[in-house]
């Protein structure tokens, strides 16, 4: 790439200015070249280089984001399940194909981390060099000044009345203050700026294997577990009290923080009119928390966006639900259940909510019930169903079974599922109990009393030692990127030759010098270098005390010269106040304002032509304070 | 709080008479470009060497011959193109009566869409955007704001009708189909959080509207331009498109803008996961987009940064990049289920 784009821009320049060019750290310097391998080491040497060029870094995160596409648009193991096992039934050609792709766990898939995992090497192999080259050039000098700077892409040529090593020391001196870093030699000063871009893009490159870095830290240190918790009740942090427990690969069951947590109660409001009746509009949980035992009980109020952290465990508030307390006796008359029995939401909006109740010590029978509660029953010709989420008119309608619960097969059961092939169904009409109502089973078989309810919650705790790195790696990489984004790298050449009498008649030799100006900058597509170029260029002429007194049909020190600068004229006219101020200031004595008036061959003729009203507004200054 | 039902309806009436406004303002536009003045003929036909003059700064050796052409040529290249590139019009023409009015109407059309959205949060007692209703008024309102700053500061007009379109398709599906009632946030978005990653979702998506529809109009000069070269008569209507160079820088220039202003909100929404959601990142649908949509534009500024490419295939790829965003901001709110599920349409 490097190699293409300087060719392009010498060729427009007419001259070898490709050399010239401020090489950019972006750009790989091996990959565009041709390798030749030598046996398998030049293959693999060759392999690495494709591997850490740039391009090959940018297809790779370019992969990724298209490999990420499916797993946004099929349902995923990782979030939902159920969504994928419906999918996989309802294409039976499609899904299993999908399935074997890894199609339905897309960021977890072995091509989805051979792509993250090269993309990984890639910067690692591409950042590191680098870094190495960086510093190096850290102290490096811009090259030599071509002999001819004014034919650079940008070139400006004039005449002062200055004596070389002067008009050089001065343009020197303007150029370290615009804080350029410079090289001098005999009659030209080379200067270069810019290098925060390669520093930018090289800060981006780090901090993006910084975020993989931080991304992999939290995968193998971390934990995630879910709990459902109902009011009243509480948990340890132990592996053995959740009821999902996902450790990163280095955790330890005694790595989780000793904490323990009890709900005491939940409380969630809902809009009660209008058209969005039945949003909720607030939950909050109450919780007391202990960090490890022997310390103070804390209290904490739980909410949406609000986790409470604990030793750099966070607990979120996830989800909700009612939890109808039964008390059930047997046929013997005995108490074979008596507790809150967790329900599911089946409905978002109305919170009917689905459970299953087992009574395992029921005896002779074992009793079954599939359950539905309804926090605000209404009925409606027979069908069941609940006309808002809070607990207005709360009611449970049960189905119950007598039998084996299959609890003892050794087969591991769901406890929202009942498994009704041991069990008959009771020939009793469904109907709405309300709290304080009780139920008789057919045949003596017990007693069911719906006795009330209670909330439960669902508790999400994480903990993740990377998502501070992750979070500072990625404010990092942007803020490289803004750098190498936003700075351009540009180098600016000054050369100054004794004016040779004869070329211009009035002047004496030794009496002038011949200034050369150029530059160029890589990469420069937002623009500005333009503006840069000509206002240095006029601060500059200012220095070397240049008055504009050249008319456009003068015939110009170096034609392409002229050409070039025409196009940046635009700023015609901050470069011509420049010279008119200071011509002003050399107007003292008249025969040096005069010679200086006339000898001075500029050759910016465009920019001489665009403000001519100035210029000579500015002549006319001049000769009035003669 | 309950809703307040009087600033509710007052809100509604307003974004209704935005509409309308915007709408005669889009055909102010389309009449200025219809019936408005010409740019003189003998500019015209400078204008490719004009052009060039602008680009590129290291095409500027081209013009060599033009310089030693004569100075009356210098003068004018001088004087005309560069100006265009940087601060100043793009357009020489100064605002006809047309342009007058149709930024009359947008001004005024603004002023009512921007009070549509302040008695909307008024009327619910939050920052109005937790919908995805009050989300795309949002966005096309920043769209109106960037085209009004470009065409100040750019002068820009031309920009008018294209941004237009858009802005006064989106409104209409706001209308209509998108149409949510003002009410309280739901719990998942009670937080300050939404005051920062929404905004800056909302200010990016408005500056890449604007820079999508300068791609656009750019592709359309890019093609009269080839004629123009080639020989071919241009057509009437496309001769008083800026000139190609012009339209492609600007539009670069506002992606460069609007991208970091992207990367922000999607940081933000990812702090903004790991407090609501236990994880930063997660592959929801939403933030796979968000990835996805920083991606190509990413793509885009390294393809014109590093690589050099520039015209037809950058704008391309930046107009690949924007179907992102919009598929994001459509697709997965409507199609898609995920965690960041917030649209309010059933
Ligand atoms: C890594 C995390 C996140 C990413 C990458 C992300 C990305 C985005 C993006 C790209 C938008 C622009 C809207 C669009 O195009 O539709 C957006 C809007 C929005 N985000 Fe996020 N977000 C994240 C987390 C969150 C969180 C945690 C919340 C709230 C709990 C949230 C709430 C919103 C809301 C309310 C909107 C505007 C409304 C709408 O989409 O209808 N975001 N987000």
Redesign the interface.
């Known amino acids: 790439?490097t190699g293409a784009?300087a060719t392009?821009?010498a060729d427009?320049?007419?001259q070898d200015a490709g050399q010239y060019l401020p090489k950019?750290g972006?750009?790989e310097e091996t990959a565009g070249q041709p390798a030749k391998p030598f046996g398998i080491m030049g293959w693999l040497r060759w392999c690495w280089r494709q591997l850490t060029s740039?391009r090959t870094a940018?297809v790779l995160?370019?992969l990724?984001?298209?490999a990420?596409?499916p797993?946004?648009?099929l349902p995923?193991n990782?979030?939902d399940p159920t969504k994928v096992q419906q999918y996989i039934s309802q294409h039976p050609l499609l899904g299993p194909l999908l399935n074997r792709l890894s199609l339905f766990d897309?960021?977890a898939a072995p091509w989805f981390a051979a792509i993250y995992l090269l993309l990984f090497a890639s910067l690692a192999g591409c950042v590191l060099p680098r870094a190495f080259r960086l510093a190096v050039s850290a102290r490096a000098k811009p090259p030599a000044a071509p002999r001819h700077p004014a034919r650079l892409?940008?070139g400006s040529a004039y005449r002062t009345t200055q004596q070389p090593a002067e008009a050089l020391a001065v343009a020197t001196r303007l150029l370290s203050g615009e804080g350029f870093r410079l090289r001098t030699g005999d009659g030209w000063v080379a200067a270069e700026k810019g290098y925060l871009r390669e520093t930018g893009n090289l800060l981006f490159h780090i901090a993006l294997l910084a975020l993989l870095a931080a991304?992999g830290l939290g995968a193998l240190f971390g934990y995630?577990a879910d709990i459902l918790l109902t009011e009243g009740d509480g948990f340890a942090n132990t592996v053995a009290d959740y009821d999902q427990y996902h450790p990163g690969r280095a955790v330890a069951p005694g790595d989780l923080q000793p904490f323990t947590i009890w709900l005491d109660k939940f409380s969630a409001s809902y809009?009660a009119s209008?058209?969005?009746r039945g949003?909720?509009?607030?939950?909050a949980a109450s919780l007391r928390y202990q960090q490890q035992p022997g310390t103070p009980i804390r209290r904490y109020d739980l909410?949406?966006?609000?986790?409470l952290n604990i030793d750099g465990a966070?607990v979120?508030l996830?989800g909700h639900g009612y939890a109808p307390q039964f008390r059930i006796t047997d046929g013997k008359g005995r108490l074979a259940l008596q507790q809150a029995v967790p329900f599911l939401p089946a409905d978002n909006t109305d919170f009917t909510s689905e459970g299953v109740i087992k009574v395992p010590d029921a005896q002779p029978d074992q009793l079954g019930f599939v359950g539905v509660f309804l926090p605000t029953e209404v009925a409606s010709d027979g069908q069941l169903s609940s006309a808002f989420p809070a607990p207005l008119n709360p009611a449970v309608s049960l189905v119950s079974y007598a039998g084996n619960l299959g609890l003892n097969s050794g087969a591991p059961q769901s406890v929202y599922q009942l498994q009704t092939s041991g069990m008959r169904e009771l020939p009793i009409e469904p109907r709405p109990l309300f709290p304080g109502q009780s139920m008789k089973l057919p045949n003596g078989v017990g007693t069911v009393t719906f006795t009330g309810y209670r909330q439960w919650i669902s508790l999400?705790v994480?903990y993740?030692p990377g998502?501070v790195p992750?979070?500072i790696s990625?404010?990092l990489a942007?803020f490289g990127?803004?750098l190498?984004?936003?700075v351009r790298r540009r180098r600016l050449f000054v050369r100054v030759h004794p004016a040779t009498a004869g070329q211009d008649g009035a002047d004496t030799a030794g009496n002038g010098t011949e200034v050369e100006f150029g530059g160029?900058?890589r990469?420069?597509?937002?623009?500005g270098?333009?503006?840069e170029?000509v206002a240095l260029t006029a601060a500059i002429r200012a220095a070397h005390q240049v008055t504009q007194g050249a008319a456009?049909?003068q015939a110009p020190l170096d034609?392409?010269a002229?050409?070039?600068?025409?196009?940046?004229?635009?700023?015609?006219s901050v470069s011509s106040q420049g010279g008119t101020a200071s011509a002003g200031g050399t107007a003292s004595t008249d025969s040096t304002t005069a010679t200086g008036a006339t000898a001075s061959t500029d050759s910016t003729?465009?920019?001489a032509?665009?403000t001519?009203a100035a210029e000579s507004t500015g002549a006319a200054a001049n000769t009035d304070r003669k | 709080m309950?809703?307040n039902i009087g600033m509710a309806r007052l809100s509604d009436h307003l974004l209704l008479f935005t509409v309308v406004i915007y709408s005669l303002a889009m055909l102010a536009y389309a009449g200025e470009i219809a019936y408005g003045r010409r740019r003189g003929k003998a500019t015209a036909q400078q204008e490719p060497e004009l052009a060039l003059?602008?680009v590129?700064?290291?095409?500027?050796?081209?013009?060599?011959?033009?310089?030693?052409a004569g100075?009356?040529q210098?003068?004018t290249?001088?004087?005309g193109?560069?100006?265009t590139?940087?601060d100043?019009p793009p357009d020489a023409v100064p605002a006809g009566p047309w342009i007058r009015a149709a930024l009359a109407l947008t001004t005024i059309g603004l002023a009512a869409h921007v009070l549509g959205i302040v008695t909307r949060g008024l009327a619910a007692h939050r920052i109005p955007w937790g919908n995805m209703y009050e989300f795309v008024t949002a966005i096309t309102c920043g769209a109106v704001i960037v085209f009004l700053v470009l065409a100040v500061r750019y002068r820009a007009y031309f920009l008018g009708l294209f941004v237009m379109v858009p802005v006064v398709l989106g409104l209409g599906l706001c209308a209509t189909v998108l149409y949510t009632?003002a009410?309280?946030?739901?719990?998942?978005l009670?937080?300050y959080?939404i005051a920062i990653h929404v905004t800056a979702a909302i200010i990016s998506s408005g500056i890449f509207i604007v820079a999508a529809t300068t791609t656009v109009m750019y592709l359309f000069a890019e093609r009269n331009a080839a004629r123009v070269a080639v020989g071919s008569h241009a057509g009437g209507v496309m001769q008083r498109l800026p000139k190609p160079e012009v339209l492609d820088?600007l539009s670069?220039?506002t992606v460069?803008f609007g991208?970091?202003i992207w990367?922000?909100a999607i940081?933000a929404g990812?702090?903004?996961a790991?407090?609501?959601?236990?994880?930063?990142?997660?592959?929801?649908?939403k933030e796979?987009?968000a990835?996805?949509t920083w991606?190509?534009y990413?793509?885009f500024?390294?393809a014109?940064?590093?690589?050099?490419w520039?015209g037809r295939k950058a704008a391309v790829i930046q107009l690949l990049a924007f179907g992102c965003l919009m598929f994001n901001l459509i697709g997965?709110n409507l199609w898609?289920t995920?965690l960041h599920s917030y649209a309010g349409i059933s």
Request: proline share 6%.
């Open positions: 790439m784009r392009g821009v427009q320049a007419g950019d972006a750009q740039m940018l995160l370019f990724l984001a298209v990420s596409v797993g946004s648009m995923q990782g979030t897309v960021f892409p940008f991304v995630k809009i209008g058209p969005l949003e909720p509009s607030s939950f909410q949406v966006n609000h986790p966070k979120y996830l999400q994480t993740d998502r992750a979070l990625a404010i942007v990127l803004l190498s984004f936003l160029l900058a990469s420069d597509v937002a623009g270098f333009e503006e170029f456009a049909g034609e392409s002229s050409a070039s600068l025409g196009s940046t004229a635009g700023q015609g003729t465009g920019a032509a665009s001519g | 309950p809703v003059a602008g590129a700064a290291a095409r500027g050796r081209q013009r060599e011959s033009a310089g030693s100075p009356g210098v003068a290249g001088a004087g193109s560069p100006v590139d940087t100043t009632a009410g309280p946030l739901m719990p998942a009670h937080s959080w820088r670069y220039r460069v991208f970091p990367t922000f940081i990812a702090i903004w790991d407090q609501a959601w236990g994880r930063y990142w997660g592959w929801d649908p796979t987009w990835f996805i991606v190509a990413a793509c500024l390294h014109r940064a590093t690589a050099g520039r997965v898609i995920g």
